[in-house]
């Protein structure tokens, strides 16, 4: 991708507001909680790289991307901390996550199964970090059944190229007024939750929305923080921003060129508009 950097027109990223947004979100978390900071798409757009490096400065115990390429090119920044893979990774390019101590998210059993075999074969010996998804109702990735989810926890702990190191889920409606679907996700994560005698290191549940209006509700050890950490309120007006959130983003640019018209004179493709 090319850089317009000799045009007056910049994105300027405030990394000091990052730091801010963040401990802004740690304030009001339960003492033991951590936070991952969300950079997937680089980064909302404000670079992969300072973004994530900002963030664990600022104390964030990871960061989540969307693929496993974004995990790469963190770590090949020197980036050590936990890096959580949110997207599903095809199954015979996992090995490469577990060399590079990538943890990768898993909604099914099949994609266990399927790992189990290629690890045998190739002789992949390196354990592969796990995120099992839960879906309680967002309707995309994850375990839909206590038994299925139950069965891939135990496949997991029965293999030792698997570490369990985390379960999540993802809220669908975290950022509206009306709470009646986000309690319904709330009970059907409890169900899931309740259904382990031993839960893995990290426990998350939390996007921006739900780290800040359902706080009291967080049955879980970490928080996702993703759109408010980029100073942004997740449900735009419907409802006030409870966390003092400072915005990352400027855009500055200058007027290019501004002219007079006579009337009846157009503009641009279609003429759409006549003076
Ligand atoms: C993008 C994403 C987030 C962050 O969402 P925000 O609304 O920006 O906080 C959290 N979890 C998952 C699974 C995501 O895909």
Not at 87 to 114: F, Q, R
Not at 177 to 203: G, I, M, T
Request: overall charge negative.
């Amino acid at each position: 991708m090319i850089s317009g950097r000799l045009r007056d027109t910049k994105l300027i990223v405030n990394l000091g507001a990052i730091r801010h947004n963040i401990q802004e979100q740690q304030k009001q978390l339960a003492p033991n909680s951590k936070i991952f900071a969300v950079v997937k798409a680089n980064a909302y757009g404000n670079g992969l790289v300072p973004v994530a490096q900002t963030a664990i400065g600022a104390g964030a115990a990871g960061t989540c991307v969307a693929i496993l390429d974004e995990a790469l090119e963190l770590r090949d920044n020197g980036i050590t901390k936990l890096i959580l893979v949110l997207g599903i990774t095809p199954v015979e390019n996992a090995h490469v996550a577990a060399e590079a101590g990538v943890s990768l998210t898993v909604g099914s059993l099949d994609w266990l199964e399927d790992y189990h075999q290629l690890a045998i074969a190739n002789h992949w010996t390196k354990p592969l970090k796990v995120h099992l998804g839960i879906d309680s109702g967002m309707g995309r990735i994850g375990f839909t059944t206590v038994e299925n989810f139950n069965e891939a926890v135990e496949f997991v702990r029965e293999h030792r190229e698997f570490e369990f190191e985390g379960m999540f889920t993802h809220f669908a409606t975290a950022d509206s007024a009306d709470e009646s679907y986000f309690n319904k996700q709330v009970n059907r994560w409890e169900q899931f939750v309740n259904s382990l005698n031993e839960l893995p290191p990290f426990v998350h549940m939390a996007n921006s929305a739900t780290g800040m209006w359902h706080q009291e509700k967080i049955t879980a050890n970490t928080v996702r923080m993703g759109i408010s950490m980029y100073g942004q309120n997740p449900s735009g007006r419907e409802l006030a921003a409870t966390l003092d959130l400072k915005p990352v983003e400027q855009l500055v640019t200058s007027i290019s060129f501004v002219k007079k018209l006579k009337a009846g004179e157009s503009v641009s493709y279609g003429a759409t508009y006549t003076a």
